[in-house]
């Protein structure tokens, strides 16, 4: 009997062996699939992270840019503003010289046409009014800034 007992273990052996090595094969092939997911996961966050830092580096390009392009205008402005004021200040003096003629030639006699030539006493405020300006220091330091001469 023990040897029949031995026979009938080693069939149950087999015969459980038979799945046990399915399920090896089958262990193996899971564990073989998770590792590829795995890779292909960190793969893909390697990939996603390289681009955000390429998207992040475009962005911070762009802005740059754009805060140098802002930079630019803003000077470029002032320099308008500039030679704006520096033309206005031409004009008003030429319209102060213009003034103090008309006054030497009816000084002297001169009959002159007083309509074309007469120009208001407070020429830079209204200047000011028609360009929409409000702020009263631009005026103020313009009236300040005013060329002297002597009629």
């Known amino acids: ?9 080693k069939e149950t052996h087999r015969t459980q062996q038979t799945p ?12 073989e699939a998770s590792a590829t997911a795995a890779s292909e996961s960190m793969d893909m966050i390697l990939r996603l ?3 955000k830092a390429a998207v992040k580096m475009e962005a911070s390009h762009y802005k740059r840019m754009a805060e140098e392009k802002i930079g ?9 503003e500039e030679l704006m ?29 007083i309509n074309e030539l007469e120009f208001p ?3 830079l405020l209204n200047r000011s009014e028609q360009n929409g300006e409000d702020d009263q220091s631009s005026s103020k330091r313009r009236l300040l800034s005013l060329p002297l001469f002597a009629l």
């Open 1 to 9: 009997m023990a040897e029949a007992d031995i026979t009938a273990m």
């Open 20 to 31: 046990l090595q399915q399920l090896h094969a089958e262990l193996d092939q899971e564990k």
């Open 49 to 51: 992270q390289n681009e």
């Open 72 to 80: 630019h205008a803003e000077k470029t402005l002032e320099v308008f």
């Open 85 to 113: 004021y520096q033309k206005e200040m031409e004009t008003t003096a030429l319209e102060v010289h213009v003034l103090a003629y008309k006054q030497k030639l009816l000084a002297l006699g001169v009959d002159i046409n």
């Open 121 to 123: 006493h407070d020429l």
